[in-house]
């Protein structure tokens, strides 16, 4: 296989956008997620259309082994990864203390502890090569405290942030690492997380608008990439610091609370 791009969470949304656009280029994939059937077509599909090798690799991410488990598999069959994507993630909405703890526990494990580990494993071998490319999707939610879905948002800025620390330390070793920030985008996101019910998915973006904005970012080395946000979003971001941080609380509080 050649110049290969490990995506999570391919069997939909943006990580199968992603997965489009890489085997457009003519280039090799390993897709991941727990839905195999969904890989499979989507393995066919791509391998029919685009002559390219892709392989499936079925895990679940909540699962503390999973990214060890990935990284023997692609040792053991000498695949080199090029490009990492750490793009599975959810989201759910409701008050922290009437959630269930499992879902958010699992939450916190698939958003920030399997990509760090991914990084932490896929790094050294990049690093060796002197070459290696990685996209963390984050969210624009990582700008802000998330009353209504707390563990979502703390577990984005938690990527933001930890996404950029490491463009910092690799970037003298010829990697890059990105932080995509996709606003409201239409995938299986939205009904999943309950967030499709809420005014911030009013007006999604696509998913394939998102995922050619965050191919092109991690292609240019980017540090961040915002995309699918308009400009009154935008606007926001850059004013935050100016508005009183109990007045925004109440505002996304609001803002994602389901409408009965
Ligand atoms: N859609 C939005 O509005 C939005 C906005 C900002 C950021 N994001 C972020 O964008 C990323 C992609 O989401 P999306 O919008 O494309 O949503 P999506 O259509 O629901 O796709 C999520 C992907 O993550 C995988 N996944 C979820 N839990 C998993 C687990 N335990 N183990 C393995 N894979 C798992 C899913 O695969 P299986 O179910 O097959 O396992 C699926 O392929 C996420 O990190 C999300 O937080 C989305």
């Known amino acids: 296989m050649k110049n290969v791009a490990l995506i999570t969470g391919a069997s939909s949304g943006i990580g199968q956008d992603l997965a489009h656009i890489h085997a457009e280029l003519k280039k090799d994939l390993v897709i991941v997620a727990r839905s195999e059937d969904k ?23 909540s699962d503390p082994q999973s990214a060890q488990e990935i990284y023997d598999e692609l040792k053991a069959e000498n695949i080199e990864i090029k490009y990492l ?32 580990y991914l990084c932490r494993l896929f790094l050294p071998d990049m690093m060796k090569r002197k070459q290696g490319k990685i996209l963390n999707v984050s969210s624009t939610a990582s700008f802000l405290p998330g009353p209504g879905q707390a563990v979502y948002y703390a577990s984005k800025a938690y990527m933001q942030f930890f996404s950029n620390a ?6 003298a ?3 890059t690492v990105t932080n995509l920030m996709p606003g409201a985008t239409k995938s299986g ?9 809420t005014a911030l998915f009013s007006h ?10 965050g191919y092109k970012g991690l292609m240019n080395g980017d540090l961040d990439v915002i995309t699918g946000v308009d ?3 935008r606007i926001l971001i850059k004013l935050k610091p100016l508005i009183p941080k109990k007045v ?4 996304i509080h609001k803002a994602q609370t389901i409408a009965d």
């Open 189 to 197: 996101f939205g009904g999943r997380s309950g967030m499709d019910k």
């Open 231 to 233: 400009l009154a979003t």
């Open 204 to 213: 999604p973006a696509s998913s394939r608008s998102v995922a050619e904005a």
């Open 248 to 251: 925004l609380l109440k505002q």
């Open 85 to 116: 994507f750490n793009n599975a993630g959810f989201g759910g909405v409701g008050d922290f203390y009437k959630r269930e703890w499992a879902k958010d526990e699992s939450m916190m494990m698939v958003n920030m502890v399997t990509p760090s």
């Open 166 to 171: 490491l463009w910092q330390e690799v970037k």
């Open 39 to 61: 890989l499979k077509s989507l393995k066919k599909e791509l391998e029919d259309k685009h002559d390219v090798q892709v392989k499936v690799i079925v895990k679940d991410l």
């Open 173 to 175: 070793h010829n990697i």
